[in-house]
């Protein structure tokens, strides 16, 4: 089955500075790739996700990156800010009614 | 979006005894729902994919005989924890696929906080 790997598990910037968490994944099927922010206690929101036909993909500060051959995408946030504060999830799933798998998460601590 | 709703929110029950929760989608039908599980400080584990009509599937390590899943209905899925145990303890989050939608996004329940005494 899928083996979702994210790195790091903790990370602190300071504020205005960019922030950049990666993950690999190694079922080659699947073609969806969202990242969740969590706060304590709530439900995964979803901020961006990509699917496997599309390289890039940005919103506001927020931008997601898939390389499907090395099968790695990575969370970009720029000009962080401390409401940025959270622990973040990368997933992936494949095709049709399959589950997300979620990598293991990072926090991320935006130092003002 | 979709939106997924689950009941309880937390739940405080004795060791031994049984705790049902609820997982609806409210705007829209769902043949399939998941359910997670997180402990403190740890990520989201699938522990079961629950199908409408049908019996669920659950991934390996999750007792069904201890954790059943019934989909009665295309809006409706119960997770019911059976002879809870203290380790039971931990945050229980379910999940949809809207198929009118991108049938890519899962629509994620508020959770439900379990205690186990």
């Known amino acids: 089955g899928e083996n979702v790997e994210q790195h790091p598990s903790t990370l602190s910037v300071q504020e205005g500075d960019s922030a950049v968490i990666k993950c690999t994944y190694s079922?080659?099927?699947?073609?969806?790739f969202p990242w969740y922010k969590q706060e304590l206690g709530k439900r995964p929101q979803l901020i961006i996700d990509i699917r496997s036909n599309v390289g890039e993909k940005k919103d506001q500060r927020i931008a997601v990156t898939l390389n499907k051959t090395a099968k790695h995408f990575s969370l970009h946030i720029t000009e962080t800010q401390p409401e940025d504060s959270a622990v973040y999830f990368c997933?992936?799933?494949?095709?049709?009614?399959?589950?997300?798998?979620f990598g293991k998460g990072t926090r991320l601590s935006v130092i003002a | 979006g979709a939106v997924v709703s689950q009941h309880p929110s937390r739940v405080i029950c004795k060791s031994g005894t049984s705790v049902k929760i609820e997982c609806r989608s409210l705007d829209f039908q769902a043949t399939t729902m998941f359910w997670y599980r997180q402990f403190p400080k740890q990520s989201l584990m699938l522990m079961a994919t629950?199908?409408?009509?049908?019996?669920?599937?659950?991934e390996q390590g999750v007792e069904k005989d201890k954790f059943l899943i019934n989909h009665a209905s295309l809006t409706l899925s119960t997770l019911t924890v059976t002879s809870a145990h203290p380790e039971d303890s931990s945050f229980y989050i379910c999940?949809?696929?809207?198929?009118?939608?991108?049938?890519?996004?899962?629509?994620f329940g508020p959770g439900t906080r379990l205690t186990v005494t």
């Open positions: 629950s199908n409408e009509g049908s019996k669920a599937t659950y």
């Open positions: 079922d080659s099927a699947s073609n969806y």
């Open positions: 997933a992936a799933s494949g095709p049709g009614n399959t589950p997300l798998v």
């Open positions: 999940s949809a696929r809207d198929p009118k939608g991108t049938a890519y996004e899962q629509y």
